[in-house]
């Protein structure tokens, strides 16, 4: 079976050399497709081996034949922040955007009033497949808006609740009126 799963290898071409896979929790890059098995060079170094039967029995996602990389991410900001400043946070991230090579804006909005937080959501290419540069300008970006954010007065919001707490009198009755 591995046999007949190295020939569909080779005519269907579900990948080649050089392909980034990601097969269930594994990825790396195709180093070698053998009658037998397939060998990829995860990220941290080591070697897996697949039998081919096996590969070809998983869902591959293959990020080798990509063009470009979509990324979307969402940034919540605390609710007391000013309306003129919520007017800036599009503004920023898509100036932060444009300023990287290989980077190509799409959009960012307001997106919803969340639990804790305000809500903006941005969409932006990346054009390339290649990973690192992936990775690179995405931490460019996120260091930037930690900067311009911080600059601009913009707080991050994280998870808050709110805790009402009534006084009550010696009797064990709340001193409010409800």
């Known amino acids: 079976s591995d046999l007949f ?3 569909s290898i080779v005519l269907d071409r579900p990948f080649v050399l050089g392909d980034f896979l990601i097969i269930d ?7 070698k497709v053998g009658l037998k098995t397939t060998r990829i060079r995860s990220l941290s170094g080591e070697q897996l081996v697949f039998s081919n039967n096996d590969l070809l029995n998983s869902r591959i996602r293959n990020y080798g034949q990509m063009v470009e990389r979509r990324i979307v991410f969402k940034i919540g900001v605390v609710y007391g922040t000013e309306h003129e400043k919520l ?3 599009p503004d920023i991230l898509k100036d932060i955007i444009v300023k990287q090579k290989s980077a190509r804006f799409d959009r960012s909005h307001f997106q919803r009033f969340g639990d804790f937080s ?3 959501e941005t969409v ?5 497949s290649d990973y690192n540069l992936y990775m690179d300008i995405q931490q460019a970006v996120n260091l930037e808006i ?9 707080e991050f ?4 609740q709110t ?3 009534k006084k009550e009198d010696d009797s064990g009755q709340s001193d409010s009126k409800d």
Do not use: K
């Not at 929790?25 to 180093?31: A, S, T």
């Open 118 to 120: 305000l809500d903006f």
């Open 157 to 160: 919001a994280y998870p808050t």
């Open 5 to 7: 799963a190295s020939l």
């Open 163 to 165: 805790l009402f707490v």
């Open 25 to 31: 929790d594994f990825y790396g890059n195709v180093e």
């Open 124 to 128: 932006y290419y990346v054009e390339s």
């Open 87 to 89: 007017q800036q946070v």
């Open 146 to 154: 930690y900067r311009r954010f911080a600059e601009a007065g913009i």
